[in-house]
């Protein structure tokens, strides 16, 4: 059973470039979340989307945005990037409508470092 | 709104020893409460998490939780430590109805020899 994956592990990018991250859920799961954790810190909610919609949103500026496709992955961007932007991003994938976080599975996550 | 925090960002017990672990919330709805492990180059993985009824939860490698809510506490506990159990804990609270997912800060555990 394949769990969430996440491409790629490692990623440099320079201040004002933007960036994709990508996502693939779990087998049979439709839902996907994006969380944000930056060093010593917990993760912070980004975005979910379900149904290839965005259905949740944390507090993150216009400059993340996401997209679902019909196979269920994700692709999460960020443009204009910033220094504060460098952090763990990571990927989960629950089963059912938005908001069913409680079964959530998470991937092991795309270090982004800003220079 | 919900929020959630974790006293003791590093806690240190001897090998065999208790685990405790502290986690209170503040949730203006019934909250779903978490606890998740995280082991260094890993994503996170769930360990117990209480959503309604019985109120001390049983987790995974012989961890378990006991929802307070008079105290807004969601403590995790261990009765005996080992090395394996290293990593960083991170309590999290939902609203009943699933809207946003908070964590704590985290609590990296050492397990001393």
């Known amino acids: 059973d394949a769990g969430v994956t996440q491409s790629p592990t490692h990623l440099i990018k320079t201040r004002g470039q933007q960036v994709t991250l990508r996502c693939s859920p779990k087998?049979?799961?439709?839902?996907v979340s994006w969380y944000q954790q930056a060093l010593g810190q917990g993760p912070q909610f980004i975005f979910q989307?379900?149904?290839?919609?965005?259905?949740q949103r944390g507090n993150f500026p216009d400059r993340f945005s996401g997209h679902q496709f019909p196979n269920y992955s994700s692709e999460l961007n960020v443009n204009a990037l910033l220094l504060g932007d460098s952090a763990l991003y990571l990927c989960?994938?629950?089963?059912?409508?938005?908001?069913?976080?409680?079964?959530?599975?998470f991937g092991p996550g795309t270090r982004l470092t800003v220079t | 709104a919900q929020s959630v925090t974790q006293l003791g960002s590093h806690v240190s017990v001897s090998e065999g020893a208790l685990v405790l672990l502290r986690c209170n919330y503040s949730s203006s709805v019934p909250p779903y409460l978490f606890w998740y492990v995280q082991y260094p180059n890993q994503g996170l993985q769930l360990l117990l998490k209480?959503?309604?009824?019985?109120?001390l939860v049983k987790g995974i490698n012989g961890f378990e939780a006991e929802f307070k809510k008079s105290e807004t506490s969601f403590h995790l506990t261990k009765p005996s430590a080992h090395m394996s159990d290293a990593a960083e804990y991170f309590c999290a609270v939902s609203g009943s109805t699933g809207n946003q997912f908070y964590f704590g800060t985290g609590t990296s555990l050492t397990v001393i020899p």
């Open positions: 087998s049979g799961h439709d839902t």
């Open positions: 209480y959503t309604t009824g019985a109120t």
């Open positions: 989307y379900y149904e290839e919609e965005e259905r």
């Open positions: 989960a994938s629950t089963l059912g409508p938005g908001g069913r976080f409680y079964e959530q599975y």
